[in-house]
């Protein structure tokens, strides 16, 4: 079974700082995905990649698969990004494994 | 454009009720699944389904049912509801079911079931 890693746990940041949320998992893969849990609860897919770099607004997420290790980014932070930040990453018949979340809290 | 519907958003049990957990997609996914997510752990997989009358395992299946009678709904049932079963549970769908492309889309999440068992 695939171990995923997530850091840190929990981050509290000022508006505008730059953001780096690290994932990193212990067997190869086939796809990584990112995905943003809101304070309602409710969990939206961000990024699904399994090489190279993907960008979406002020959202940047990388993986590097020789190190088993995945990078999201926020340029710009703003209080509506505070949520849960969760990696998940798949690849075999035993579904995806979850991290166990970031908690990013961005103070104005 | 609904996506993925779960109902009911809350359940309160008494251990050893049973009920049933829904979930209905738009979407025409191929793929959907059950996961609970529990405080200081991450979501886990209790059972999923590649299409229409074929479901399977996940990690924490015991318990729990499922049936994939349409490409649009999979319920999950709770046979005798336990205090340990107290979640909150998401169902997701996905675009592709082969076994090396299963995780390759992005998945779409339910906006989830609060289930508490006394």
């Known amino acids: 079974k695939n171990e995923v890693e997530q850091s840190p746990q929990n981050l509290t940041a000022q508006e505008g700082e730059f953001i780096t949320i690290n994932c990193s998992y212990s067997v190869g893969i086939s796809a990584l995905h990112w995905l943003q849990q809101h304070p309602g609860g409710g969990i939206v897919s961000l990024f699904m990649?399994?090489?190279g770099k993907k960008k979406h607004g002020r959202l940047i997420a990388t993986i590097n698969i020789q190190e088993k290790h995945s990078s999201l980014h926020i340029t710009a932070s703003h209080p509506r990004d505070s949520a849960v930040y969760i990696c998940?990453?798949?690849?075999?018949?035993?579904?995806?494994?979850f991290g166990k979340g970031t908690h990013l809290i961005i103070q104005p | 454009n609904a996506g993925v519907t779960q109902t009911p958003k809350f359940q309160v049990l008494k251990t050893g009720q049973s009920m049933t957990l829904q979930c209905a997609q738009d979407m025409n996914h191929e793929y959907m699944s059950w996961y609970r997510q529990d405080p200081g752990m991450g979501l886990r997989l209790i059972h999923y389904s590649v299409g229409a009358g074929i479901t399977d395992q996940g990690e924490v299946p015991n318990g729990y049912n499922v049936s994939r009678s349409t490409t649009e709904d999979f319920p999950l049932r709770l046979l005798s509801a336990a205090p340990s079963q107290t979640s909150v549970y998401f169902c997701?769908?996905?675009?592709?079911?082969?076994?090396?492309?299963?995780?390759?889309?992005?998945?779409?999440f339910g906006n989830g079931t609060r289930l508490t068992v006394t």
């Open positions: 997701a769908s996905s675009r592709n079911s082969g076994t090396a492309f299963r995780y390759n889309s992005p998945l779409h």
């Open positions: 990649l399994s090489s």
């Open positions: 998940a990453v798949g690849g075999g018949a035993d579904g995806l494994t």
